[in-house]
T-cell receptor, first 115, second 111 residues
Framework: NAGVTQTPKFQVLKTGQSMTLQCAQD?????MSWYRQDPGMGLRLIHY???????DQGEVPNGYNVSRSTTEDFPLRLLSAAPSQTSVYFC??????????????FGPGTRLTVT | SQQGEEDPQALSIQEGENATMNCSYK?????LQWYRQNSGRGLVHLIL?????REKHSGRLRVTLDTSKKSSSLLITASRAADTASYFC???????????FGKGTKLSVKP
């Protein structure tokens, strides 16, 4: 199993540009989530999904969109990039619809810089 | 804040010594999890301890949970240089429906 994969690994955007961060998992996990990690802030939840067709907002959802059309994929869209979105983004999945009840598996991260 | 707060923020020890990190939280929990993050990598799950458990072991790792004090500790025995990483606690429970991560303890193990 590849586990959780993320692409790209690095990305530089100009303010106002849009892009999609890709996330895929091959473990048939129901739960998937997106976090951002900033220095001194720990991980903050952006959006999550408890199954195909179901998404919900986390702690810091503004400026981001998600969709979940399949169990495997959970892309994160930046609508109009801002310098405040410079961060490292992690996708995670878990084998439970009861979020937080079990361990989460993390992808390697996407380092995004917005200039 | 409902997140766990790790203490200390940074810890530097010699190889072979034990490393202890603490996590305090403010709400009731269903479980508390510890994760490791090597530099430039994603987080890796270490141990999950449920609210009705007091202690769990995994190899050189020992986690304790004291729900009356709302605190947990992670002990790494006989540390190795490869244990150099950031360690995060994450809590599940209370009013939030997701896993809430703390800011982490940065551990440096010197050969």
């Amino acid at each position: 199993n590849a586990g959780v994969t993320q692409t790209p690994k690095f990305q530089v955007l100009k303010t106002g540009q849009s892009m999609t961060l890709q996330c895929a998992q091959d473990m048939n996990h129901e739960y998937m989530s997106w976090y951002r990690q900033d220095p001194g802030m720990g991980l903050r939840l952006i959006h999550y999904s408890v199954g195909a067709g179901i998404t919900d907002q986390g702690e810091v959802p503004n400026g981001y969109n998600v969709s979940r059309s399949t169990t495997e994929d959970f892309p994160l869209r930046l609508l109009s990039a801002a310098p405040s979105q410079t961060s490292v983004y992690f996708c995670a999945s878990s084998n439970s619809r009861t979020v937080g009840a079990y361990e989460q598996y993390f992808g390697p991260g996407t380092r995004l810089t917005v200039t | 804040s409902q997140q766990g707060e790790e203490d200390p923020q940074a810890l530097s020890i010699q190889e072979g010594e034990n490393a202890t990190m603490n996590c305090s939280y403010k709400t009731s929990i269903n479980n508390l999890q510890w994760y490791r993050q090597n530099s430039g990598r994603g987080l890796v799950h270490l141990i999950l301890i449920r609210s009705n458990e007091r202690e769990k072991h995994s190899g050189r790792l020992r986690v304790t949970l004291d729900t009356s004090k709302k605190s947990s500790s992670l002990l790494i025995t006989a540390s190795r240089a490869a244990d150099t990483a950031s360690y995060f606690c994450a809590i599940y429970g209370g009013s939030q429906g997701n896993l809430i991560f703390g800011k982490g303890t940065k551990l440096s193990v010197k050969p």
